[in-house]
């Protein structure tokens, strides 16, 4: 650990002079063709990158950055090295997220895993389907989240407002706790596939325990889901 931290320093105050001079495009270049072609110090280079991406409010780009090197070397979470563990799953937006999930009675390490795989930390990140902001939500539901929590909808551009975003994802995410009586499977699965199609399969299989309502989800994109929600709230915890 220290020694890839205490290799990466001088790289990592290069790197940071190149951006403080308007160089940033060319840090990030160089940063990359040192990374993928240096054999020797490689690790040294990768935490270069993703510590300067993490100190730039970049916390999707260095998670990007991680995931591409990982899946290079075939790497599962038990053989990431130490270090790059925070970068990738990282603390963003934790005074945030904390509040509310206080206010609201929601671990917050649930909403935390839940963010990672909603929008990797990217505050404006927009779905196909319109889903807007850190944790995804679609118009209709933050209107309803925000007659729930009191406040007054002013359309969908209140979702790219990172803390109104949080409250109302949080804020639904109690609202599905309580429907579903605190059953993480089905919680998760209502936030991705819908309360409604989540309590037809529950029905459907007479109240399953969760790993068999899992394999039994309609939706494989659903599936993998909630099973990577899962997974990173174990990790976060």
Same mark, same amino acid.
């Given at each position: ?5 205490n ?7 290069? *790197?940071? +002079? ?8 060319? #840090?990030a270049?160089?940063?990359e063709f040192m990374?993928?072609t240096?054999?020797?110090n490689?690790? @040294?280079y990768?935490y #270069?990158?993703v ?5 730039l409010?970049?916390?999707s780009?260095?998670m990007?950055?991680? @995931?591409?090197?990982?899946n290079?070397f075939?790497?599962q979470?038990?053989?990431?090295? @130490?270090?790059f563990?925070?970068?990738? *799953?990282p603390?963003?937006?934790?005074p ?5 999930? @206080? &206010? ?5 390490f649930?909403?935390? %895993? ?5 929008s990797?930390f990217?505050? &404006? ?6 889903a807007?902001g850190?944790?995804q ?8 989240? #925000?007659?729930?929590?009191? &406040? ?11 803390d109104q975003n ?8 109690s609202?599905? $706790?309580?429907?579903?009586?605190? +059953?993480? %499977?089905?919680?998760?699965?209502? *936030? ?13 299989y ?8 899992? $394999?039994?989800i $309609?939706?494989?994109e659903t ?9 990173? *709230?174990?990790?976060y915890r």
């Amino acid at each position: 650990l220290n020694a890839i931290r205490n290799n990466s320093s001088s790289i990592i105050k290069k *790197y940071n +002079n190149l951006y403080l001079l308007g160089l940033g495009k060319l #840090a990030a270049e160089d940063s990359e063709f040192m990374r993928s072609t240096s054999v020797g110090n490689s690790y @040294q280079y990768l935490y #270069a990158q993703v510590t300067l991406l993490s100190k730039l409010n970049k916390p999707s780009q260095a998670m990007k950055v991680l @995931q591409n090197s990982f899946n290079q070397f075939n790497l599962q979470y038990g053989d990431i090295p @130490q270090p790059f563990v925070k970068r990738f *799953y990282p603390l963003e937006f934790w005074p945030n997220i904390k509040r509310y999930a @206080q &206010k609201h009675r929601v671990d917050p390490f649930l909403a935390l %895993a839940l963010i990672r795989e909603e929008s990797r930390f990217d505050d &404006k990140a927009a779905s196909r389907s319109g889903a807007l902001g850190l944790m995804q939500i679609v118009g209709k539901t933050g209107a309803d989240m #925000a007659y729930g929590t009191g &406040k007054l909808w002013t359309g969908p551009k209140m979702l790219l407002e990172v803390d109104q975003n949080i409250e109302f994802g949080v804020y639904y995410l109690s609202w599905l $706790k309580r429907m579903f009586r605190g +059953n993480l %499977a089905y919680v998760l699965s209502g *936030y991705n596939a819908g309360p409604g199609n989540t309590q037809q399969w529950v029905g459907m299989y007479k109240n399953p325990d969760s790993d068999v309502f899992i $394999k039994r989800i $309609k939706y494989p994109e659903t599936r993998e889901y909630v099973l990577k929600v899962r997974d990173s *709230y174990i990790i976060y915890r």
